[in-house]
């Protein structure tokens, strides 16, 4: 079955750094693919997505690039600031009627002055 | 515009106890609703989702159950809760035909 891995975390940086947070997946089709972030104590919002090989997403100085030939969506910001801590999920879409969604871990990003 | 529901926002219950979690989504009409769980320190898990009233997939056998009484209105049910249960639920909402879910506050369930 389809199934999304993200690296482990937390990952601590300092504002201003750059980041990267790794997502590799596993799946049969052509799956559109999603980050979501859960700032503390709240639900999740999407933060970007892509749904075929080579776009790219992006929001609030994040990007992500859909590769197909690595199975990856790595998500990048140039300049972490500390309101960016949160746990980000990455997450695939299988092609069903129901739009169903399938979450990698999360990764929890803590970002210090 | 389009907002979703969920209460209570915390719940503490003791074990073999009876669990109802009620979402609702304002502002559309025949969405997809999902129940999602996020244990502690694990990623999100599926676990029921509904195209139409009375229309449930289960994704994961437990001793949970869902139900769509009404078209906008998405519960999650247990008979007798498992220490196991505990952990963030979260329900979403999609419109028909699109990819992306809208998620709500969540649930934190504590069962003792």
């Known amino acids: 079955g389809d199934s999304v891995t993200q690296m482990e975390g937390p990952v601590t940086l300092s504002e201003e750094a750059f980041l990267t947070i790794n997502c590799t997946y596993t799946a049969t089709g052509y799956p559109s693919l999603f980050w979501y972030v859960q700032y503390p104590g709240e639900g999740l919002q999407l933060l970007l997505k892509a749904t075929k090989a080579d776009d790219k997403g992006s929001n609030k100085g994040f990007e992500a690039t859909y590769r197909k030939e690595t199975t990856s969506f790595h998500l990048e910001k140039g300049s972490v600031q500390v309101s960016d801590s949160a746990v980000y999920f990455c997450?695939?879409?299988?092609?069903?009627?129901?739009?169903?969604?399938?979450f990698g871990t999360g990764t929890r990003l803590q970002v210090t002055l | 515009s389009q907002t979703i529901h969920q209460w209570p926002a915390t719940l503490v219950q003791p074990v073999g106890s009876p669990l109802s979690l009620e979402c609702t989504v304002e502002g559309t009409s025949n969405p997809n609703l999902y129940w999602y769980r996020q244990a502690a320190g694990r990623g999100l898990q599926l676990l029921f989702y509904?195209?139409?009233?009375?229309?449930i997939s289960s994704e994961v056998p437990q001793n949970l159950s869902a139900s769509r009484p009404q078209d906008r209105q998405f519960i999650l049910s247990s008979k007798k809760l498992l220490l196991s249960d505990s952990g963030f639920y979260l329900c979403?909402?999609?419109?028909?035909?699109?990819?992306?879910?809208?998620f709500g506050p969540g649930t934190r369930l504590l069962v003792l």
């Open positions: 979403a909402w999609s419109p028909q035909g699109e990819e992306t879910q809208y």
């Open positions: 509904s195209v139409g009233i009375g229309q």
């Open positions: 997450a695939l879409r299988d092609t069903g009627t129901a739009s169903k969604l399938t």
